[in-house]
């Protein structure tokens, strides 16, 4: 066996191993309320077996509510970036601009979407509108923040040769400033669909909707601890998945 596999796999299978070992003994010398592994398998396996099932708005598979949640996310998410993506490019390009306007940004950026949520019922009075409101709002600070710092890092050496040519403004943007741009904004990218993920377990968790988020909230509510560990695996599964995927995308682009 190469070190490769040794790492790829052997590794990640000892220490899920190892988290199940100490979740195993949490269960039974600690906290008697936390399911077992395997108590949390059995109450919980239709869910992963059958993960489109509905019996109802919230008793449905865990794949058909990660599909409810992916679907706000993704609405929220092209929302930030569209956005998020000209806001950068406005904070790095003009001095004016930046001065106007980066106060407010750092002012806003550290908002928890908890403070957000209602003001989106308030202004939306829909639980949906509202969800997607608060995503874009919390997700799109790192796409501006990168952008911006992604164009003041242009090598000056770059700019010159634009004005040596006598390059347009617009040419200028389009041939140099976005190429030269494109790692940091796709850095930003990545950590914003990080930052969507996350805000919509909490927006579904105070609205009640559909999706991981609200059947996480709904299994507390019941007191049915397996359910939750459930939601908590698939929020960390899915997370992984667009996190690895958008990995993919930004190694793509810094290779061109």
Same mark, same amino acid.
């Given at each position: 066996?190469?070190?490769?596999?040794?790492?790829?796999?052997?590794?990640?299978?000892?220490?899920?191993?190892?988290?199940?070992?100490?979740?195993?003994?949490?269960?039974?010398?600690?906290?008697?309320?936390?399911?077992?592994?395997?108590?949390?398998?059995?109450?919980?396996?239709?869910?992963?077996?059958?993960?489109?099932?509905?019996?109802?708005?919230?008793?449905?598979?865990?794949?058909?509510?990660?599909?409810? =949640?992916?679907?706000?996310?993704?609405?929220?998410?092209?929302?930030?970036?569209?956005?998020?993506?000209?806001?950068?490019?406005?904070?790095?390009? =003009?001095?004016?601009?930046?001065?106007?306007?980066?106060?407010?940004?750092?002012?806003?950026?550290?908002?928890?979407?908890?403070?957000?949520?209602?003001?989106?019922?308030?202004?939306?009075?829909?639980?949906?509108?509202?969800?997607?409101?608060?995503?874009?709002?919390?997700?799109?600070?790192?796409?501006?923040?990168?952008?911006?710092?992604?164009?003041? =890092?242009?090598?000056?050496?770059?700019?010159?040769?634009?004005?040596?040519?006598?390059? =347009?403004?617009?040419?200028? @943007?389009?041939?140099?400033? @976005?190429?030269?741009?494109?790692?940091?904004?796709?850095?930003?990218?990545?950590?914003?669909?990080?930052?969507?993920?996350?805000?919509?377990?909490?927006?579904?968790?105070?609205?009640?909707?559909?999706?991981?988020?609200?059947?996480?909230?709904?299994?507390?509510?019941?007191?049915?601890?397996?359910?939750?560990?459930?939601? @908590?695996?698939?929020?960390?599964?899915?997370?992984?998945?667009?996190?690895?995927?958008?990995?993919?995308?930004?190694?793509?682009?810094?290779?061109?």
């Amino acid at each position: 066996m190469t070190t490769a596999t040794l790492r790829k796999i052997v590794l990640p299978l000892l220490g899920l191993t190892g988290v199940l070992v100490v979740w195993a003994m949490l269960s039974q010398a600690i906290a008697p309320d936390l399911p077992s592994p395997l108590r949390t398998w059995r109450e919980s396996s239709r869910y992963v077996l059958d993960p489109f099932f509905k019996d109802g708005e919230m008793n449905q598979g865990i794949l058909r509510l990660a599909f409810y =949640s992916l679907v706000r996310v993704a609405k929220g998410y092209a929302l930030a970036l569209a956005i998020g993506t000209p806001l950068g490019f406005l904070l790095g390009l =003009s001095r004016t601009f930046h001065a106007a306007f980066d106060p407010i940004v750092q002012f806003l950026r550290p908002i928890s979407p908890l403070a957000w949520l209602p003001l989106g019922l308030v202004i939306f009075q829909k639980s949906e509108p509202a969800a997607v409101f608060t995503i874009a709002l919390c997700a799109m600070w790192p796409t501006v923040i990168n952008t911006a710092v992604g164009v003041r =890092s242009i090598s000056q050496d770059y700019l010159n040769v634009g004005r040596v040519l006598k390059l =347009s403004r617009a040419k200028m @943007v389009t041939k140099i400033i @976005v190429p030269a741009t494109l790692p940091y904004v796709f850095t930003g990218y990545r950590l914003s669909l990080g930052l969507a993920w996350l805000v919509i377990v909490a927006a579904e968790m105070l609205t009640g909707t559909p999706g991981v988020g609200g059947f996480l909230w709904q299994e507390y509510n019941s007191l049915v601890y397996s359910h939750i560990i459930l939601s @908590v695996a698939t929020i960390g599964a899915v997370g992984l998945l667009l996190d690895r995927l958008m990995g993919l995308v930004e190694a793509r682009v810094k290779s061109v």
